[in-house]
């Protein structure tokens, strides 16, 4: 396996990841309209492109032996002070357990120490089975966060913190 700095060529294969996870995970949690309103807001290419270009995030890829694309990161350095925010962290379903997720958080986690960030935040689904994943890397739960993304819909999540 190898991580390495998205580019914008890889913005295909991230929709493509984005949409694969999003159906295994969250079709029983979401309705239709809702799971396509938040891939079209958060995975078209522009949307991508705005969340490196004005938000600062720093996307990375996954990439299996053969050089598939199995997983995407994003994060967000200084978010908070001291703090790095873990935006965004999808495995393709058929590749967990094979340790990709945590290989994503470890170098995410290097690039804070790099920058003099000694936590790592996210919010995740309360709903998505991820929130184990999250717990046994060592993320704490800090409680409920209900965030407005428009259109009527919520994300119901749980905002974790881990201190590396």
Do not use: C
Not at 21 to 46: F, H, K, R
Not at 131 to 145: A, C, H, S, W
Request: net charge negative; glycine share 6%; no cysteine.
């Amino acid at each position: 396996m190898q991580i390495r700095k998205a580019s914008q060529q890889d913005f295909e294969a991230i929709y493509h990841i984005a949409v694969i996870t999003w159906n295994a995970t969250y079709s029983n949690i979401l309705s239709p309209e809702q799971m396509q309103y938040m891939i079209d807001l958060m995975y078209s290419a522009g949307a991508i492109n705005d969340q490196i270009a004005i938000k600062g995030h720093h996307f990375i890829i996954a990439e299996d032996d053969e050089g598939k694309a199995v997983a995407f990161a994003s994060y967000e350095l200084n978010h908070l002070s001291e703090t790095t925010k873990v935006h965004k962290l999808y495995v393709l379903p058929d590749t967990h357990g094979r340790g990709v997720g945590r290989a994503l958080i470890a170098v995410i986690e290097n690039a804070a120490r790099h920058n003099v960030n000694d936590k790592l935040l996210l919010n995740v689904n309360r709903y998505n089975p991820a929130v184990n994943f999250y717990l046994k890397t060592g993320f704490i739960n800090l409680g409920v966060e209900d965030v407005d993304i428009g259109a009527g819909y919520l994300m119901e999540d749980y905002k974790m913190l881990k201190h590396i």
